[in-house]
């Protein structure tokens, strides 16, 4: 079975500063990697995924992240965060053998950009 | 494009009563998932349906929740007598094709609350 766990619950930041979200998971198998962020009242929107390849990804409003196999981490990254960044993220995989394509989810950060 | 729909916003119910939750996917997408997220926790897997089949219905209590995907017209979520541990964000998201690699795209969400 596989599951997904992002260490902090929340991470307090001031506005400008850098931010790492980190995200481990366990499987036994392959995965696909995905961050999500979900802003209050609203649904979950994709910031990037991880398929294969360059294990650096960027994705949308500056945030990148980056796949370590061998810590099975995918921790997500933003060198200077914006007060609009407040929000909750979400770190999600899905077995590449599965034939159904569900995520499993982290339990969410909240992270918290101050002025 | 209109993204996923899902109506209604909110739904008030009594223990007892039953609540119909709707998802129409994005145009041409015929895959659909449903996620459940309790309060201060991460979404958890439901129940993923084609047209007209339910597919994996693995994270679905094993009493008083049923979903379906007519041939025509939207997802339905049903939960019959409900209770207070029922109360929940109820997400959608489709695909066009078996999610995998392909990310899911997520509805607002319908936000149950059990009087």
């Known amino acids: 079975a596989q599951s997904v766990t992002q260490l902090d619950s929340q991470v307090p930041v001031f506005e400008e500063a850098p931010v790492e979200l980190r995200c481990n998971y366990s499987s036994s198998v392959s995965v696909y990697l995905f961050w999500y962020v979900q802003y209050p009242n609203q649904g979950l929107q994709l910031l990037l995924k991880y398929l294969s390849g360059s294990t650096l990804v960027k994705g949308i409003n500056g945030f990148e992240a980056e796949f370590n196999k061998s810590q099975t981490s995918f921790h997500l990254r933003k060198p200077s965060v914006h007060i609009s960044d407040t929000a909750e993220y979400f770190c999600?995989?899905?077995?590449?053998?599965?034939?159904?394509?569900?995520?499993?989810f982290g339990q969410g950060t909240t992270l918290q950009v101050k002025p | 494009n209109a993204g996923v729909m899902q109506n209604p916003r909110h739904l008030v119910r009594r223990r007892g009563q039953e609540a119909r939750l709707r998802c129409s996917p994005m145009?041409?997408?015929?895959?659909v998932y449903w996620y459940r997220q309790l309060p201060e926790e991460g979404l958890k897997f439901m129940v993923y349906l084609q047209k007209e089949n339910i597919i994996d219905e693995s994270g679905m209590p094993k009493e008083r929740f049923s979903a379906e995907f007519p041939k025509e017209g939207p997802s339905i979520l049903r939960i019959q007598q409900v209770v207070r541990g029922d109360s929940a964000a109820y997400f959608c998201?489709?695909?066009?094709?078996?999610?995998?690699?392909?990310?899911?795209?997520f509805g607002d969400g319908t936000r149950l609350s059990i009087l």
């Open positions: 999600a995989v899905s077995d590449q053998s599965n034939n159904t394509g569900k995520l499993i």
């Open positions: 145009k041409g997408h015929s895959h």
């Open positions: 998201a489709s695909s066009p094709v078996i999610a995998g690699n392909q990310p899911q795209h």
